[in-house]
């Protein structure tokens, strides 16, 4: 009998148990992010932050651990949440959806334990992570910490980008936008007729570089676009100084909008070919609040 081929073999989402186990996630750190021993969360930490309550989950095959998500925890204007510290999915199982089947495992767990949000953040200029978050999972955000873990740190996605800045999201576990988004992801690209008019705050150039708009004019709007290039990572190696350039620009958007009090709502692909990029929408007047009602 001939094996079952690799790609062919079942990946099996579990609670991360052992301390076998949690030694590979410190392995899997180095592999996903290029992380110095420094950097990881060690095993000892996961071993606490699991028995205090957290949720550790590992995608399995076989014995063979090829992703996992980490959460621990936290209190959080005036609630419970668990705050997911790491997702990461090992490169050549990624895009087969086991990222996603995590974070629905850690969304179950949550409510199972009665926590009925969990909040991350990841870097805004990573279009990936921008569709998976916003696309996929439906989150939202109304927080953008400028250098949150320091100028740079050992993490390849850190290097050669202008600052490790961050998006802080909120995934609302048992809303209606949740529950209606995990149903109908976004898949297909472009913006909806209704966002086509709206004016960019930043947007791709001709020559990838950002083009910043008017401030104000920008801001008197309901609704605002931030564009972000397609591909960062190929900047942030090829073209150090222009995806610096792009740390800049976004950060000075999102800080204004968020600080005018807009709330970032979704991410878009956008399909044009010669300039493949995605964009944020931004929306006045709102607050996570509006979007509790299940
Ligand atoms: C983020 C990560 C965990 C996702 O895991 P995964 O198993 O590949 O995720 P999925 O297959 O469920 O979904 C990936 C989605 O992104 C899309 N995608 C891939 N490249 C993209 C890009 N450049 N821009 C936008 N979307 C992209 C895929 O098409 C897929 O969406 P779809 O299902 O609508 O087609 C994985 O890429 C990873 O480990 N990355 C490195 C570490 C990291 O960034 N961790 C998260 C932040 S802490």
Do not use: C
């Amino acid at each position: 009998m001939t094996p079952p081929k690799r790609e062919e073999r079942p990946i099996v989402i579990r609670d991360i148990e052992r301390i076998s186990e949690m030694r590979d996630v410190e392995e899997l750190q180095k592999e996903v992010w290029g992380m110095s021993d420094r950097d990881i969360v060690p095993s000892t930490q996961l071993v606490a932050a699991k028995a205090a309550g957290g949720v550790l989950i590992g995608a399995f095959e076989g014995d063979r651990m090829v992703g996992f998500v980490y959460g621990f925890v936290g209190y959080e204007r005036g609630a419970l949440s668990v705050h997911s510290h790491m997702l990461a999915v090992r490169p050549a199982y990624q895009n087969r959806q086991l990222g996603y089947r995590l974070k629905l495992a850690q969304r179950d767990r949550a409510l199972e334990q009665g926590i009925a949000r969990i909040t991350w953040t990841f870097d805004p200029l990573q279009s990936l992570n921008a569709h998976f978050n916003f696309g996929k999972l439906g989150v939202l955000a109304d927080e953008y910490k400028v250098n949150f873990y320091g100028e740079e740190t050992s993490s390849f996605l850190h290097r050669n980008i202008g600052g490790t800045d961050r998006l802080w999201v909120t995934w609302l576990l048992d809303s209606r936008r949740v529950k209606e988004r995990l149903e109908h992801p976004i898949t297909e690209k472009g913006l909806p007729g209704e966002w086509e008019a709206l004016l960019p705050l930043v947007r791709v150039g001709s020559d990838d570089a950002p083009v910043r708009s008017d401030l104000a004019e920008s801001l008197a709007r309901d609704a605002v676009l931030i564009e972000i290039p397609a591909h960062i990572r190929q900047l942030q190696r090829d073209r150090p100084s222009l995806a610096a350039e792009w740390r800049q620009a976004t950060r000075w958007a999102f800080t204004e909008a968020l600080a005018a009090g807009y709330l970032v709502q979704e991410f878009y692909r956008l399909a044009e070919r010669d300039r493949p990029r995605g964009a944020y929408l931004l929306v006045a007047g709102k607050t996570l609040e509006d979007f509790l009602e299940n």
